[in-house]
């Protein structure tokens, strides 16, 4: 078969590339081995999960080696001749797949410059050329990056795909990737390589395959039929995966090999075994290893994917304690693994031809993937005490990481190799076990081992009872120049469910329509608590502080899921907050933490929020000489607004600095979703038929493109003026309106001055807080209304502010609403409701205080006049997608106001941007102390 060589994927087809081009031995065809039937199979039923799959390594190049392009191209084109599997590829022979090796061809090699060891361009390099899919049937089953530093070659990043090699198999070419670097060639021969032991599967190895299907039959006739029901309706995606990485688990599980003369794997395994048994109650159940399949020696040195499932079962019946547990399933785990070479189609046929439905057969047990390469054989054994390795136990962390949405078992364990100790990652179906139950099975299995490392643990095994460390009384913080995680704990809360508000609804299709970290960004809030250094919070006190709001506040306590296809919010009684605690290492420099603050702040609003996984709140504290001076919180915008964020603060600096907090705290987002499903339903029609009126014969400012969309298309803008702040405070002042209705007749005429519009249409965001109670409700109640202004009569401004301010009223009135309504209304009538406001600006006053005192003295004409040239206008990083043709933000600013334009240039181009702005500015210094007529000169920016 021919192929076009050279198959780049599109990702990164632009970038610098050489090639690596190889001959070799081996060519031809060859059927799939058994281990790619499986994977094949899988992505063929569900999808590429090659985020996964594709395995990612990194080699390092000393700089005494001085490798240049030149020689690491060489080097790799010998590897690839050397290994036929990784010049193999998987085409289509009638609709089947099936191997063919070729003899020469072209490897492309991507080319990165670093820094320094060039290991942070390398781990950049890694995840681009692993976050795509590769296409097995043209593409060569590796990818390789060679990351330069002043013209030497320091790390070569080699990107495997799963269908060809397994951990081993990588861990033997990249060996001989050092080797080729280092010496230029290398004298021992390869093992054999996938094709070979395809043909071996396929010829002599089947009476071994057969022996193993006959095994996997006989052990599932030991396990009781019944099959697992499920305990709830789960989440999507329905497998939720955490990980605990722990020194301690890996130092306890060494301890307790060396004195049963078992692997460290098998502790692991059985570890596992206990917590998953004990907390279902299943006296007999399966195990379901993953085998290298390497114990013959013709195999030690295979470059394949030999990897297959064995499959054990273990008896529980008489109760026996741990040690007698681990040596039950050391020899049940040796017999699966030794059954674990197989025919996949031969071992479906036998169970499906028993009437055994295979694809939901081991469900209700438990499978098993010990990934490290070195597993403690031949290393000394720890030293330490029980009460040392009991403290190891604090310093354990546990993470979220992505969900998936099937397997083919409950419940699934993950070790790898971590620094210092293991990652164990837990992936449970949340149809049969609850996501707030995976950390506490992983502190569990934790648990266990410890308690095991240093004495019998008899049935149940001391798992019952075992909670969720609290971090908070492990010490009084981090080190100077460190950073600890520790948990804020709540507890004494309700325990609510109900659907989303309307405000959450309109902000999680916000969420849905962004994709970039800035967009993430938009979407979150963040806030920065100074506490004074006479106050002398220490960090067990301000733990306990954020875990009484937490308390105070169950919307802060809110997780997002999914229930008969509508997302509904459920509010925990109990749970944990990690909370980032960050001691300054040189006070001096920074004696308040305002800088260290800023940097965490950044980071915690980088990655997007989890709502399913994670409570939707970041907190980290900043410590000074052990003192916490400044809060840190990232708060999700689907969880609360600005006005709710305020509340959380005062609540927050009131414990911080007394401990409780005596009033009632205010309606939260489950009491106001339950209100949205009753006695607010009239209001919404109201508001949507008011919608209905005013869109229609409204002309948009942004209906018709100007120009071609260059790149980038969505470019953003700046101007922070104290001039602004002043002149709006003044004219609402004498005009008896409010800045808000100042900064929205401005934006109106520099949208229309030009253009003689008989009407403005403005989209404008109003935060509904005017009903009773809703002032303290800790919720996002926000929700966006039509302005809409009448300017066939050409008024002057001063008439135009007076109808902003009634237009802004009427929008305020009618932007509480069910979205969901809104969009069928408007859909029935003919618009796609995600796209049809798209060309109206949207005016977004985000400012927190907006009052303005009458008696408070502004400045006179020359001094406004005066603060025009101190303006400082400049582009912000654009954004990749935005749903708006024009927005404008209003923002506070220390004694300014700063208004944020984003535009897409197609309709509102970049050079038009900072006219419209600076318009804006002089319109309203001029209209401080003087009427303006139609066209409201001086206001040169437009459309």
């Known amino acids: 078969m021919r192929f076009a060589d050279m198959v780049v994927p599109a990702e990164w087809a632009a970038d610098p590339l050489l090639c690596a081009e190889f001959t070799g031995a081996g060519a031809g065809p060859a059927p799939l081995t058994w281990a790619q039937q499986v994977l094949w199979r899988s992505i063929t039923k569900f999808g590429s999960n090659h985020r996964f799959l594709n395995l990612r390594r990194t080699v390092p190049v000393s700089a005494r080696a001085g490798v240049d392009v030149a020689a690491a191209t060489r080097a790799v084109a010998a590897l690839v001749g050397r290994h036929a599997s990784l010049r193999t590829r998987l085409p289509l022979a009638d609709g089947e797949p099936r191997q063919e090796t070729a003899a020469a061809g072209t490897l492309p090699l991507l080319v990165s410059r670093g820094t320094g060891d060039g290991g942070q361009a390398a781990r950049e390099a890694a995840d681009r050329l692993g976050d795509v899919a590769f296409d097995h049937a043209v593409e060569w089953p590796l990818r390789v990056a060679l990351v330069t530093v002043d013209d030497r070659v320091r790390q070569v990043v080699v990107v495997f795909s799963h269908t060809t090699v397994d951990a081993h198999a990588a861990e033997v070419v990249l060996r001989d990737l050092r080797l080729l670097l280092l010496r230029g060639g290398l004298s021992s021969p390869p093992g054999l390589q996938s094709t070979d032991v395809a043909?071996?599967?396929?010829?002599?190895?089947?009476?071994?395959?057969?022996?193993?299907?006959?095994?996997?039959?006989?052990?599932?006739?030991?396990?009781?039929?019944?099959?697992?029901?499920?305990?709830?309706?789960?989440?999507?995606?329905?497998?939720?995966?955490?990980?605990?990485?722990?020194?301690?688990?890996?130092?306890?599980?060494?301890?307790?090999?060396?004195?049963?003369?078992?692997?460290?794997?098998?502790?692991?395994?059985?570890?596992?075994?206990?917590?998953?048994?004990?907390?279902?109650?299943?006296?007999?159940?399966?195990?379901?290893?993953?085998?290298?399949?390497?114990?013959?020696?013709?195999?030690?040195?295979?470059?394949?994917?030999?990897?297959?499932?064995?499959?054990?079962?273990?008896?529980?019946?008489?109760?026996?304690?741990?040690?007698?547990?681990?040596?039950?399933?050391?020899?049940?785990?040796?017999?699966?693994?030794?059954?674990?070479?197989?025919?996949?189609?031969?071992?479906?046929?036998?169970?499906?031809?028993?009437?055994?439905?295979?694809?939901?057969?081991?469900?209700?047990?438990?499978?098993?993937?010990?990934?490290?390469?070195?597993?403690?054989?031949?290393?000394?054994?720890?030293?330490?005490?029980?009460?040392?390795?009991?403290?190891?136990?604090?310093?354990?962390?546990?993470?979220?990481?992505?969900?998936?949405?099937?397997?083919?078992?409950?419940?699934?364990?993950?070790?790898?190799?971590?620094?210092?100790?293991?990652?164990?990652?837990?992936?449970?179906?949340?149809?049969?076990?609850?996501?707030?139950?995976?950390?506490?099975?992983?502190?569990?299995?934790?648990?266990?081992?410890?308690?095991?490392?240093?004495?019998?643990?008899?049935?149940?095994?001391?798992?019952?009872?075992?909670?969720?460390?609290?971090?908070?009384?492990?010490?009084?913080?981090?080190?100077?120049?460190?950073?600890?995680?520790?948990?804020?704990?709540?507890?004494?809360?309700?325990?609510?469910?109900?659907?989303?508000?309307?405000?959450?609804?309109?902000?999680?299709?916000?969420?849905?329509?962004?994709?970039?970290?800035?967009?993430?960004?938009?979407?979150?809030?963040?806030?920065?608590?100074?506490?004074?250094?006479?106050?002398?919070?220490?960090?067990?006190?301000?733990?306990?502080?954020?875990?009484?709001?937490?308390?105070?506040?169950?919307?802060?306590?809110?997780?997002?899921?999914?229930?008969?296809?509508?997302?509904?919010?459920?509010?925990?009684?109990?749970?944990?907050?990690?909370?980032?605690?960050?001691?300054?290492?040189?006070?001096?420099?920074?004696?308040?933490?305002?800088?260290?603050?800023?940097?965490?702040?950044?980071?915690?609003?980088?990655?997007?929020?989890?709502?399913?996984?994670?409570?939707?709140?970041?907190?980290?504290?900043?410590?000074?000489?052990?003192?916490?001076?400044?809060?840190?919180?990232?708060?999700?915008?689907?969880?609360?607004?600005?006005?709710?964020?305020?509340?959380?603060?005062r609540d927050l600096r009131t414990l911080l600095l007394r401990g409780s907090v005596d009033t009632v705290p205010g309606p939260q987002s489950v009491d106001l979703a339950g209100r949205e499903r009753d006695v607010e339903q009239r209001r919404s029609r109201r508001a949507v038929a008011y919608w209905v009126r005013e869109v229609d014969g409204l002309v948009p400012s942004f209906s018709e493109p100007v120009g071609p969309a260059p790149a980038p298309r969505y470019r953003r803008a700046s101007l922070v003026s104290a001039a602004v702040h002043h002149a709006a405070r003044l004219i609402a002042v004498r005009h008896r309106v409010s800045t808000a209705s100042a900064l929205l007749a401005a934006t109106a005429a520099g949208l229309t001055g030009k253009g003689g519009q008989a009407g403005c249409g403005i989209v404008v965001m109003a935060n509904n807080r005017f009903q009773p109670g809703h002032d303290r409700a800790v919720a996002t109640l926000n929700q966006i209304g039509l302005c809409r202004l009448d300017l066939a009569d050409r008024p002057g401004f001063a008439e135009l502010l007076v109808r902003a301010a009634r237009s802004a009223l009427d929008a305020y009135r009618h932007a509480y609403y069910d979205p969901a309504e809104w969009e069928r209304t408007f859909t029935e009538l003919g618009h796609d409701h995600r796209t049809f406001l798209a060309p109206y600006c949207y005016l977004n006053d985000a400012r927190i205080a907006r009052d303005v005192d009458p008696a408070a003295a502004g400045p006179d004409e020359t001094a406004l006049r005066a603060m025009v040239p101190d303006s400082d206008l400049r582009w912000l990083p654009e954004l990749e997608r935005f749903p708006w043709r024009c927005r404008i933000q209003v923002l506070d600013a220390p004694g300014a106001v700063e208004l944020v334009v984003t535009a897409d240039t197609r309709y509102f181009p970049a050079e038009r941007v900072e006219p419209f702005l600076r318009g804006v500015e002089a319109l309203l210094v001029e209209a401080a102390f003087g009427d303006l007529p139609w066209p409201w000169s001086p206001a040169p920016g437009g459309s």
């Open 199 to 649: 043909r071996r599967q396929h010829g002599v190895d089947r009476r071994r395959s057969d022996r193993a299907v006959a095994h996997w039959l006989r052990e599932y006739q030991r396990l009781p039929q019944d099959p697992l029901t499920p305990t709830g309706p789960g989440l999507d995606p329905p497998l939720r995966r955490g990980v605990l990485v722990s020194a301690a688990l890996d130092t306890a599980a060494r301890l307790i090999a060396a004195r049963h003369r078992v692997s460290v794997s098998a502790v692991l395994l059985a570890g596992y075994h206990a917590v998953a048994a004990g907390g279902c109650g299943r006296m007999v159940s399966g195990l379901f290893p993953m085998a290298h399949n390497r114990f013959r020696t013709e195999y030690a040195n295979a470059v394949a994917n030999l990897g297959q499932i064995g499959f054990c079962v273990v008896d529980l019946a008489d109760r026996p304690d741990f040690s007698e547990l681990l040596a039950r399933v050391w020899t049940a785990s040796l017999d699966g693994l030794r059954h674990a070479y197989y025919e996949p189609p031969a071992l479906r046929r036998a169970f499906e031809e028993q009437g055994i439905g295979f694809d939901s057969a081991f469900l209700p047990h438990y499978y098993f993937n010990d990934v490290r390469l070195a597993v403690g054989a031949g290393e000394p054994v720890p030293e330490t005490s029980r009460g040392e390795l009991r403290a190891a136990m604090a310093g354990s962390t546990f993470s979220w990481t992505a969900g998936l949405h099937q397997a083919s078992w409950h419940l699934l364990a993950h070790v790898v190799d971590e620094p210092g100790g293991v990652g164990v990652t837990l992936t449970a179906d949340t149809r049969h076990l609850a996501m707030d139950a995976v950390e506490p099975f992983l502190r569990q299995l934790e648990e266990l081992l410890v308690e095991a490392a240093f004495a019998e643990v008899p049935w149940p095994w001391s798992t019952a009872g075992t909670r969720v460390p609290d971090r908070a009384a492990a010490g009084v913080g981090a080190l100077a120049g460190e950073e600890v995680a520790y948990d804020a704990s709540f507890a004494g809360g309700r325990s609510a469910s109900a659907p989303l508000t309307w405000g959450q609804r309109a902000m999680w299709r916000t969420i849905d329509e962004f994709d970039s970290p800035a967009g993430y960004r938009v979407l979150s809030v963040a806030r920065t608590l100074t506490v004074p250094a006479r106050a002398e919070v220490t960090v067990p006190a301000a733990l306990r502080a954020v875990g009484a709001l937490l308390g105070r506040h169950e919307s802060l306590r809110t997780r997002f899921r999914r229930r008969d296809d509508e997302l509904h919010q459920e509010a925990a009684a109990t749970g944990r907050l990690a909370v980032l605690v960050h001691a300054v290492p040189s006070p001096p420099d920074d004696p308040d933490g305002r800088s260290a603050a800023a940097g965490l702040t950044a980071r915690l609003r980088e990655s997007r929020f989890d709502h399913v996984a994670e409570w939707p709140l970041r907190v980290a504290l900043v410590t000074v000489d052990d003192r916490v001076r400044q809060v840190v919180l990232v708060l999700s915008h689907a969880t609360v607004d600005f006005h709710a964020t305020e509340i959380v603060l």
